[in-house]
C-alpha cells in the first residue's frame, strides 16, 4: 500500500497518524531500564505446575457469553505488523492475549518471558490446556500437528522435523483422522492435565474439552472460526491451513508452525509453565487487574498487548472505560504496544487496510493510548482504532 493511498483514507476517516520515529513512540513516559534479559541471556525457570494452576484459579472470573466458537482466529492480516514489532525492538517482557493459536505466533515474535491469554469463555481457557497438553507431548511440528488433528504420523512418507510448512500441511491435509487415535489422545489429554497440570475439570469442562477436540478431529485443517449453526455464511472466515500459509508485508510465511524454531520457542515457554490462561473479560473486576499485580509483583513489563477486535464490544456494552482502568493497572513503559485486529467490512475501509484482506492489524502504544484516553480522545470504537495508530507499512 502507498503512503498516498493512507493518507488519502486518513483524511476520510479523520483520524491521527503518529509518526513512527523514537521520540514518537516514546514521547509520552520517559522509558524505564529494562529489568528483564533477554531470553538468549537468562534461562528462565519453570513455575511449578501447582503455581500454574493456582493462577489460572485465583485469576479467572466466572464464565462469560461471547458468540462464537473460536477454534481458529479469523484475522488474515495478522503478520502484518511482525515487520514493525521486529523494527520496534517489542521483545521480552510479559505478553498479553486473547483468543486462539494466534498468540502462538506473536509469542514467538515477542519472545515473551511470560504470557497471560485472558479471555471470556472459560471454554477459550480449556482449549489452551488442550494446547499445552499437546505441546508437552509433541517435540515437533509434525507431532503436534498430529496430536491435534488425531492423524497418525508414520510411514516412509512422513514428515521429518526440516520440512516445509507446506509440506506439512500437505500430508495432514491428505492423511484421514483416526477416531482410534483420537479416543486415546483425548483420554491421554485429560489424564495429563489433571494429573501433571494438577487442573481440576469439572464434568462441564469435560465435555467442552471433547468439544473443542472433536471439532480439530472432524475438520482437520479445514477448521474455521464459527458462529451459529449456519457459520455466516458469505463471511469467508479462513480455515486453519489458509491461516498458517498467511505471509507478512515481505511476502515471508511467519506462523509459528513454519519454523521449527518458532515453534521449540512457544513449547519451551508452555513446558515451563509460562503461558497462562484465564477465564476473564477485559472490563471485569478480576481478571486483568490480577494479572497486572502479578506482573508488576514479580518485575514484568508488558511488551505486548493483544486485544484483537474485543475493544469494540467494550464499546458496545457501555465497558470501555473499565477496560480502561483495568490497562492503568498494568506496569508498562515507553515500549509497549497494543496489537488490534480490525474488520475489513467496514465502508471505507481502515486507512491501513491491505487489499485483499479481510481485517486491518495495527498497533498502538499503550503509554499514548492512556495519554489519549484522559484527554477525552475516545469517543467510539472508530474513533480508537484511527487515532495515533501504526501500520504494519508507514505512510
Known sequence: MTGLSISRRAARWGLLL??????????????RPMREATFEQEKLDSLSTSEFSRLIQDLSEEDGYFRSDNFTSNETSYLHVVGKLREMRVSGGAYLGVGPEQNFTYIAKVRPHIAFIVDIRRQAMLQHLLYKALFQISESRAEFLS???????????????????????????SEPASERTFAANLARV???????FHFPLSAQDQER????????????????????????????????REL???????????????????Y???????????????????????????????LRKN?????????????????????????????????????????RAVSGRGEPPHPAHVPGHRTTTVLQNISVFLKDYGEGAYTDYKSLVTTHFIAGQLP
Request: overall charge negative.
Open 147 to 173: 496430536a491435534l488433528l488425531s492423524q497418525p504420523l508414520g510411514g516412509d512418507g512422513a514428515p521429518g522435523k526440516g520440512a516445509s510448512v507446506e509440506r506439512l500441511l500437505d500430508y495432514f491435509g
Open 209 to 240: 474439552l471433547e468439544h473443542v477436540y472433536s471439532a480439530f478431529h472432524k475438520e482437520g485443517l479445514g477448521i474455521s472460526f464459527r458462529i451459529g449453526p449456519a457459520n455466516w455464511r458469505g463471511w469467508n472466515f479462513p480455515d486453519l
Open 299 to 339: 518485575g514484568y513489563t508488558v511488551r505486548a498487548f493483544y486485544t484483537s477486535n474485543v475493544e469494540q464490544f467494550l464499546f458496545q456494552n457501555g465497558a470501555f472505560e473499565a477496560f480502561a482502568e483495568n490497562v492503568q493497572k498494568l506496569p508498562i513503559d515507553a515500549n509497549s504496544f497494543f496489537i
Open 264 to 294: 521449540r520457542f512457544v513449547r519451551n515457554l508452555h513446558l515451563r509453565n509460562r503461558v497462562i490462561p484465564v477465564v476473564g473479560d477485559f472490563a471485569g473486576p478480576k481478571a486483568l487487574a490480577g494479572v497486572g499485580e502479578y
Open 244 to 262: 498458517v500459509l498467511e505471509r507478512d508485508l515481505d511476502g515471508q510465511l511467519g506462523n509459528f508452525l513454519a519454523s521449527e524454531e518458532d
Open 18 to 31: 503518529l509518526p513512527l520515529t523514537a521520540s514518537a513512540v516514546g514521547f509520552w513516559i520517559p522509558a
Open 190 to 196: 485429560r489424564k495429563i492435565i489433571q494429573q501433571q
